[in-house]
């Protein structure tokens, strides 16, 4: 992989590479306070934070319109704030509060929003894929141009059901886009002592789904994959593979001891190749803004997080007679 100091011209307007820069910051800043309040003891059960893999969210949503659908696994704090829910409802579900998205009966495994079609949040490996081709299915059911984006791991990517379901999507030219966020572990499993190729998104060529690798640390890259791949469903093709190589800078969940990797591995990733810095040396080399405007985008970054926070510390417990609400019997 090439350095991180490129002097790469971005093909997007400087307004439109500072919102990348806005929208992964708002990541990263909501996940490291996430995982304050975590060990604050404010988050209870399992909390699996993003940081290190936001361009591959906000460079897929970048080619997005009104209408278009996601669905993912745990790892799915990124995915919520990326598409537009709220940052306070999103920290206060994660606190088990009153104001979360699921009533704070959810947590971090389990939100949802009809609004932003964001359908989870989904604990279970792999299961959000062929949930992602039903969703696909009912939009071509329905006639409409909206496509579905089902995120799922590199270890997801060996789950049966995924072949099941890349057989469906292909027999009926369903309109999904399967991501394979590829960040070369799986809990302690590294990619090589769990899967037989070393591009996953070949997996696709049985059954007739084309697919590509993608740099996932370059927002830039990433979006222009996405808009390929939503132009390939929207025209009625059927399914696309994207096979996003990413890497997450903290454990696998914040009960992880790491140690199947070194920190100088981490180390070497977060300063060659930071999707955050890259955007960030593109904005300041390029002229396109100063530090000030970045000063600026980061002080309203920190405001919305911290406001979040506060929400969800204060934000009530959900009362009693909730356990009778939202249940099927
Ligand atoms: C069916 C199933 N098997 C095992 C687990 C335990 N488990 C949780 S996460 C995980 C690793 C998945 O890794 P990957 O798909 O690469 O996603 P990442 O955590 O890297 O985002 C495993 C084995 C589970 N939740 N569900
Ligand atoms: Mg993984």
Redesign the pocket.
Known sequence: MAARKSTKKPNVSAEELKGYYRDMLLIRRFEEKAGQLYGMGLIGGFCHLYIGQEAVVVGLEAATKEGDKRITSYRDHGHMLACGMDPNGVMAELTGREGGYSKGKGGSMHMFSKEKHFYGGHGIVGAQVPLGAGLAFSDKYRGNDNVTFAYF???AANQGQVYETFNMAALWDLPVIFVI??????MGTAQARSTSTADIYTRGEPFGIPGEIVDGMDVLAVKAASEKAVAHCRAGKGPYILEVKTYRYRGHSMSDPAKYRTREEVQKMRDERDPIEQVRDMLLTGKHATEDDLKAIDKEIKAIVNESAEFAKTSPEPALEELWTDIYA
């Not at 966020?181 to 799986?186: D, H």
């Open positions: 791991g590199d270890g966020e590829n960040n070369q572990y799986a």
